[in-house]
């Protein structure tokens, strides 16, 4: 097993004194003391700290740092209870000893629960759970971020520590998973969207966009054949003009604002070039039009 990092090694002992109450009371921790405590550099020090800072465990405090509060009072012994032959992750008997890792775990798991003893497919159970998962990994930084993804170390430990003690199978995680990147599209800012992967529609969406768009193009273009058909022969009809239009809006009227947002840059820009065109086109029949009536 590869040694852990020096600034790894003092988080560790800081943390460990944390969760013995060693800093309760708004007790500051500076880089200075601490480097000679742990006989390393302040920049060890400093990183370490900002680890803590991450894990949620110590916040800011002027020059220094402090205990958050409520990491200083008991954790819920989510663990008691199990086999000492069951193994569990160091990482997650890690992260379960903040508080509020702790509890968020076990609300986790007792929607689990209720979610495996639900009868039928249990749709409003199985959203529980992913927002259950979705708090647990927010608990938690990842490249200086909010763990929206669940790539942090701590969360996929504690994942399939729950999913274990669950007794779930992976191929039956993946129907949580599914509820979980549609909660990202509310947690995760608009301008975060494309950095972790957040899909503008939902899976549903998507599928019925795509029908809803190839039920309209083959329409217009059957209507718009027909009609161009006649006008070649001289026999084109008002009415068959009236419905090629009411096409061409029931083909607009499938991409909602939402929608757009699976174009790439590059055809929002071609898509609103072409939308402008048709919208002169229609001011000019419009301004045809008003010009019969006069």
Known sequence: MAKSAKYEQVAEGIRQEIQAGTYAGSVGLGAGELAEKYDTTKATVSRALALLGDEGLLAHAGDGWTVVEAVVREAP????????TEHVDPEAEKALKREDVAQAYQRSKDVGRAWLAAEGRATEAKKELARKLMDLRELFKHKGH????????????LVSLLYQDLGVEPPHRRAILHHV???????VPLTLWDKFGVQALTRGQR?????RATQALTSVTETAGAAADQVAKGNATGHQLVTLMSRIDQGMAVFSTASLRV??????????DQAQEARDRAD???NELDGLEE
């Open 77 to 84: 012994k989510v663990l008691e209870g199990r086999l000492v």
């Open 146 to 157: 909010p763990d929206w993804n669940g790539d942090s170390r701590p969360y996929q430990a």
């Open 181 to 187: 990147e549609d909660l990202k599209r509310e947690r």
């Open 207 to 211: 599928a019925g966009l795509e029908r």
């Open 263 to 272: 174009m790439t840059p590059a055809q929002r820009k071609k898509f609103r």
């Open 284 to 286: 000019a029949l419009l």
